[in-house]
């Protein structure tokens, strides 16, 4: 095994509040923060993560990561992208205008299923008059178990604060949905503070190019992410992506046969329940968008 080129006693212990690409802010003790890179080409560093690095005069290079206790990504063909790392919460932000899309809601939270991570949906925006059609497609999610908070964060977000009180809670969705009018909302401050960072990781522009985290309090953090077009799942096989809906996830082994795909198969009970109004038609064609996309993947690679 190749030998570390770093002195491990001199490395100093940080956490990663900020990220850009393969630059990070570290924050070695509260209000104390440092510009930090990786070395070569590593970029599986990601905000949350607890690090170890090295000084550099008045920066660093991060030589390790700490084991993580979660770590929220997605991935297309080629790579992983990593969102946060050691959240306990990840909290979906949709409004009713612009429209949101209800196959990305459901790949998130397959994501966050899949990572162990549990996943709330705010509807922000609810003073709009297409909140009232957002909820009625979002009531489906309650059922499922999912806690639904609408709010409008330009009026009142006591409905969430109560929600992040004692997690590391991240923020994703599509752009436009409000997620950087909620954490100004929480958190004094936040828009001087994102323009500081933009400066210092060199992003350039005034808005969330580069994932970041916030303290709430003692026990409690909120990171802000760059808004997301779509969610690939390709770290995911089929049988992983049913696992993840958490309506067919107890009915599987309960199919005539064992390696069920859930498609058009006979005694199929994911099938049969779909047929019985149990599972709910939009739910079901997003899973088979999603294996079907995920096997599709998998023939390639074979
Ligand atoms: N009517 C209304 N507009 C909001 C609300 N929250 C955010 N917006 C607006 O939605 C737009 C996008 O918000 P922004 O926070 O930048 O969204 P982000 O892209 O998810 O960070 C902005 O014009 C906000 O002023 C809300 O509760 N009600
Ligand atoms: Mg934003
Ligand atoms: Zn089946």
């Known amino acids: 095994m190749a030998r570390p080129t770093y002195d491990a006693a001199a490395l100093e212990p940080g956490w990663v509040?900020?990220?850009?690409?393969?630059?990070?802010?570290v924050e070695v003790e509260p209000g104390?923060?440092?510009?930090?890179m990786t070395r070569g080409k590593r970029s599986d560093v990601a905000v949350g993560d607890h690090?170890?690095?090295?000084?550099?005069?008045?920066?660093?290079?991060?030589?390790?990561?700490?084991?993580?206790?979660?770590?929220?990504y997605r991935s297309d063909a080629n790579r992983q992208k990593?969102?946060?790392?050691?959240?306990?919460?990840?909290?979906?932000?949709?409004?009713?205008?612009?429209?949101?899309?209800?196959?990305?809601?459901?790949r998130c939270l397959v994501g966050a299923e899949h990572a162990g991570i549990r996943a709330i949906i705010v509807l922000n925006k609810i003073d709009l008059p297409e909140a009232?059609?957002?909820?009625?497609?979002?009531?489906?999610?309650?059922?499922?178990?999912?806690?639904?908070?609408?709010?409008?964060?330009k009026r009142d977000l006591s409905p969430l604060k109560a929600r992040l009180e004692g997690?590391?809670?991240?923020?994703?969705?599509?752009?436009?949905?409000?997620?950087?009018?909620?954490?100004n909302g929480l958190v004094p401050h936040a828009a001087a503070r994102v323009a500081e960072i933009s400066i210092a990781?060199?992003?350039?522009?005034?808005?969330?190019?580069?994932?970041?985290?916030?303290?709430?309090?003692?026990?409690?953090?909120?990171?802000?992410?760059?808004?997301?077009?779509?969610?690939?799942?390709?770290?995911?096989?089929?049988?992983?992506?049913?696992?993840?809906?958490?309506?067919?996830?107890?009915?599987?082994?309960n199919c005539?046969?064992?390696?069920?795909?859930?498609?058009?198969?006979?005694?199929?009970a994911v099938l049969d329940a779909v047929a019985r109004g149990e599972i709910s038609k939009r739910r079901f064609g997003s899973y088979r968008r999603l294996a079907d996309e995920l096997s599709r993947k998998r023939a390639a690679w074979e």
């Open 17 to 25: 509040v900020a990220s850009h690409g393969r630059r990070y802010r």
């Open 32 to 36: 104390a923060e440092i510009d930090c």
């Open 51 to 72: 690090v170890r690095f090295a000084r550099t005069g008045d920066g660093g290079i991060i030589e390790t990561t700490d084991p993580r206790r979660t770590l929220f």
């Open 82 to 106: 990593l969102i946060a790392a050691n959240v306990t919460q990840v909290v979906m932000v949709v409004a009713g205008a612009p429209a949101f899309s209800e196959d990305l809601v459901n």
């Open 132 to 153: 009232a059609r957002a909820l009625e497609t979002l009531e489906l999610y309650r059922s499922l178990g999912y806690d639904l908070v609408p709010l409008s964060a």
């Open 167 to 183: 997690h590391t809670s991240v923020l994703v969705g599509q752009s436009g949905m409000g997620k950087s009018t909620i954490i």
């Open 201 to 253: 990781l060199g992003t350039g522009k005034h808005t969330t190019t580069h994932a970041e985290l916030y303290h709430l309090g003692p026990d409690s953090h909120i990171i802000d992410s760059p808004g997301l077009q779509e969610f690939g799942l390709h770290h995911l096989t089929p049988v992983d992506a049913a696992n993840a809906f958490v309506e067919i996830r107890p009915l599987l082994g």
């Open 256 to 268: 005539r046969f064992r390696d069920c795909r859930h498609m058009s198969e006979p005694g199929c």
